[in-house]
């Protein structure tokens, strides 16, 4: 019940917080634009001139929140291998499995939140927001992985991939890999739209019937928060939309198992560490075909 309040709770804190900001703006907004166009001319000033909305909107929301809002969304939603450096080829030609991930919650809103005074102890006080993917991975050989991961969940839209190439797999010792993944997301909950890249390093020893592994890479982020405001003078409601970005220095290690044979039974344990808070807890389970 309490991972099921999670996401609306961050919500309701975004939402009431981005309100308070923008509330004086609206309401000033709301008798400038009428004497404005009115001295003007409607015909040469719209009522709701879109760029005129666009430049005061860049003003309204801070930078600082959007991009923390984007940092936030970007990572919660990021598409996560849950791979060694191995090529799969090894095994079979085809992973399918399910993703089950906890990530905390960084410190980006909460400092963000706080710069302007308002209140964070709703936002600081979440142990974790949950996420599920389904993944999907092929092997093109024995040095080409490539995977895909996707979710869609009342109006959430996450889908991302990554690429694994293996740099050295000799018969004995450890193997490793450059992995580069991509990630586009859709989040009305926290109203950002983003898109993520993130390179990785990723060394593993294989085993007979698992295959234990550590990493780290970098992530970056780019995007929009688009904040829906109801005008009295307005039929339908604008956007105030803010663009912003951030990146993150990361850190992850985990274990795969095949059970009952390489096309059997898969189950996956990872966790990381992020130089920003995001920190993550996850399970996978699936089959090799």
């Known amino acids: 019940m309490r991972a099921k309040t999670l996401l609306d709770r961050l919500r309701l804190n975004s939402t009431s917080n981005t309100q308070k900001i923008i509330k004086t703006s609206a309401a000033i907004l709301y008798f400038i634009i009428p004497a404005f166009s009115y001295g003007q001319g409607v015909g040469q000033l719209g009522l709701l001139d879109p760029t005129l909305l666009q430049q005061w909107a860049s003003s309204v929301i801070p930078q600082n929140i959007a991009n923390s809002l984007i940092m936030t969304a970007s990572f919660y939603g990021i598409h996560r ?22 990530m905390k919650v960084g410190s980006a809103l909460p400092n963000a ?10 936002a600081s006080s979440i142990p974790a927001i949950p996420n599920a993917k389904i993944h999907v991975r092929k092997a093109f050989g024995e040095w080409v992985d490539v995977g895909v ?14 690429v694994k190439i293996v740099l050295s797999d000799p018969e004995e010792g450890p193997s490793y890999a450059f992995r580069f993944g ?9 109203y950002t739209t983003s898109s993520s890249f993130a390179p990785e390093l990723v060394t593993s020893r294989k085993l ?20 829906p405001l109801q005008l009295p003078l307005s039929t339908s409601p604008i ?5 912003g970005s951030g990146w993150d220095e990361y850190l992850f290690t985990g274990i795969k198992f095949r059970l009952m044979g390489s096309q059997g039974l898969l189950l ?12 993550t807890l996850g399970l996978t389970a699936g089959i090799g075909l």
């Open 81 to 102: 291998p849950y791979q060694g450096a191995t090529s799969i080829y090894s095994y079979n030609s085809i992973d399918v499995y399910l993703e089950a991930t906890m």
């Open 113 to 122: 939140l706080s710069t302007y005074g308002l209140n964070t102890s709703q």
């Open 149 to 162: 991961s996707a979710i869609g969940y009342r109006g959430q839209t996450i889908i991302g991939g990554d």
């Open 182 to 190: 991509y990630t586009h997301l859709n989040l009305p909950v926290l």
């Open 208 to 227: 007979y019937f698992a295959e234990p592994y550590l990493g780290g890479g970098v992530r970056f982020c780019t995007g929009s928060v688009s904040v």
């Open 239 to 243: 956007y105030l939309t803010k663009s």
């Open 268 to 279: 996956g344990l990872e966790g990381s560490f992020s130089f920003t808070g995001f920190h």
